[in-house]
């Protein structure tokens, strides 16, 4: 097993690699192989169901349910949608091993469907494991449709403001104001766990990974007070740190 955390611009990639490339050396020639591709917000990692965890038990199922045999994962922690790094290196590997690239949701892959089709036209095949059964035609559709509904949104959203504006209502003002104490809140939770995150340097413990799992082990809790620490929190706690 290889894990080489790769830094890239906007966008950190954590990558897993199982060389098990072999089917016929590892008795796997009849089970599917596939490696899968989580991707996941810096800002907004863990909401509306799409943090990692939740898309790592999606896939995991998925595999259980269908004989597939996890070949590893990239994961990639992002706040842009232009660079996709992570995503190049994962069908660049699928490639080198064909194996089938999974993804939990369709929007894992991009947001919109030019960005989709040039992914579709690859020569890898791709599996959603909330809709296995979409192949690369039903893909390109689902993706158009799913731009048409955020382009309804964006419109609707943007009328409503402007008719806000007009009545008077003064927009963003809680909102900065909650935005400079979050930021403010987060920046002295960051300084407090300094000291455990440079004992843990101290120790050898220096990825993102295995970081995650050592404050998870110690009880660590999170800046929200709840749920697990991952390699994307881990790393918006260090980049934090860094400003």
């Known amino acids: 097993m290889l894990s080489n955390p790769i830094e890239a611009d906007f966008s950190l990639i954590l990558f897993k690699y199982r060389r098990s490339l072999n089917p016929e050396q590892n008795g796997l020639f009849k089970m599917k192989q596939v490696l899968a591709y989580y991707r996941v917000s810096t800002t907004k990692q863990g909401r509306s169901g799409l943090g990692l965890e939740a898309q790592q038990n999606m896939i995991e199922n998925y595999c259980k349910l269908n004989g597939c045999t996890m070949l590893g994962e990239v994961v990639e922690v992002k706040s842009t949608r232009k660079y996709r790094t992570g995503l190049f290196q994962a069908l660049e590997l699928c490639r080198q091993s064909k194996a089938t690239l999974i993804v939990a949701r369709l929007d894992r892959l991009g947001r919109d469907v030019e960005q989709i089709a040039g992914i579709v036209k690859s020569n890898v095949e791709i599996i959603v494991a909330d809709n296995p059964h979409a192949n690369r035609f039903t893909i390109h559709i689902l993706a158009a449709v799913a731009e048409e509904q955020r382009q309804r949104i964006s419109e609707t959203t943007k009328g409503a403001l402007e008719a806000a ?79």
């Open 165 to 243: 504006r007009k009545r008077g209502v003064v927009l963003g003002k809680n909102g900065k104001a909650l935005s400079a104490a979050n930021r403010k809140a987060a920046e002295e939770f960051a300084q407090k766990l300094s000291p455990i995150l440079a004992r843990l340097r101290n120790r050898g413990i220096t990825s993102m990974r295995a970081v995650s799992a050592e404050l998870n082990r110690k009880g660590v809790p999170t800046f929200r007070g709840e749920g697990r620490w991952h390699p994307s929190t881990v790393c918006t706690l260090v980049n934090r740190l860094k400003q």
